[in-house]
């Protein structure tokens, strides 16, 4: 029995454009990249009524936000900007 019969080569079309397909978009997707951590980073800068509230309600959210503000001023985001 021929390997490509119609169901097979209709497969293996299937096979190929979605193959094709997948490459493409992810291909678009890989040309996007970050020369440097300030393309990321965003200034936070809670009022002092929202800092007092999570330091006392939230105590490890108030901690990541601490460590965000640290790494935006090592990498000196706001002179980029």
Not at 35 to 42: E, F, H, K, Y
């Amino acid at each position: 029995m021929p390997y490509f019969t119609t169901g097979n080569a209709f497969l293996c079309s299937l096979k190929v454009t979605l193959l094709s397909l997948i490459v493409l978009s992810m291909a678009s997707c890989s040309s996007t990249a970050i020369t440097s951590p300030c393309d990321v980073l965003v200034l936070m800068s809670p009022s002092e009524q929202t800092a007092r509230y999570i330091v006392e309600n939230d105590r490890p959210f108030a901690q990541q936000v601490a460590q965000h503000r640290g790494r935006y001023g090592a990498y000196k985001c706001q002179r980029m900007k």
